[in-house]
């Protein structure tokens, strides 16, 4: 079988193909291009992947909000929706970091202690 994104090299069976998700690292089934070297992991490892992953609590669903900043004195505010706050078992009480990314993107992480 052809590879599908490069189009030259044969597909082979590959036992080997690490996938890494927040800092755990699963072996998975698929195959990889001889020329390539690209890998395409077979249906059912991936979806095992995913079973153990969101077992360990480390396969988040995907999540895009659209929300409207509000001035606050002299900053900006952004308000944590609810259903959110409940899900990452947020207080309101807790020390956050925001980092730039880019020019368009803020990355906000809670602070463990």
Not at 13 to 26: H, N, P, Q, R, Y
Not at 53 to 59: C, T
Request: glycine share 10%; with cysteine; hydrophobic share 35%.
């Amino acid at each position: 079988m052809k590879c599908p994104s490069c189009g030259k090299g044969e597909l082979a069976v590959a036992d080997d193909i690490l996938s890494e998700i927040e800092g755990i690292t699963f072996v998975e089934r698929g195959h990889r291009c001889q020329a390539c070297g690209e890998e395409f992991i077979d249906q059912e490892d991936s979806d095992r992947t995913v079973k153990v992953a969101r077992k360990l609590g480390i396969w988040g669903e995907p999540l895009k909000l659209q929300r409207k900043l509000s001035h606050s004195g002299r900053g900006l505010v952004l308000r944590i929706p609810e259903d959110l706050r409940k899900s990452m078992g947020l207080k309101g009480s807790e020390t956050v970091s925001l980092s730039k990314i880019g020019k368009s993107k803020v990355l906000i992480e809670v602070q463990t202690t």
